[in-house]
């Protein structure tokens, strides 16, 4: 079988990959103001700003996948952190949480995506 991760103990420094839910055209608009999901973070930030056009906002490192539960954006952090750091991290920086896989598409987006940022890296 082929091995695309590897397990390690969560005392480990690991980069890590942060996930949130993409801009939706379900959301309510109530006199111009959008009404999100409830599962759906408000983004402060105006260049992560998720819209029809952006739905993952506008930094280059989110990278969306579409789902047949709708679109879940992930963007891969670089720097190390242990655990409970990169909950924390993905929380305060992106509004978003800790990458947590499903399914076997979601497993081979994550790992592509991956696998195409530490070859572009280089």
């Not at 379900?26 to 103001?33: G, H, L, R, Y």
């Not at 750091?85 to 509004?95: I, L, N, S």
């Not at 978003?96 to 994550?110: C, G, M, R, Y």
Request: aromatic letters at 14%.
């Amino acid at each position: 079988s082929h091995k695309m991760f590897n397990v390690s103990t969560c005392s480990d420094r690991r980069k890590f990959i942060c996930q949130m839910p993409a801009f939706s055209q379900d959301k309510i608009s109530v006199d111009n103001t959008i009404v999100a999901e409830e599962k759906v973070k408000i983004v402060k930030s105006e260049s992560n700003e998720l819209t029809a056009e952006f739905p993952c906002g506008k930094d280059p490192l989110f990278c969306p996948l579409k789902t047949s539960q709708g679109t879940v954006c992930y963007r891969l952090q670089n720097e190390p952190y242990y655990w409970e750091q990169a909950v924390e991290e993905c929380d305060a920086q992106y509004q978003s949480d800790l990458t947590s896989l499903h399914s076997k598409e979601e497993v081979n987006f994550v790992y592509e995506m991956v696998m195409y940022f530490f070859v572009f890296l280089i």
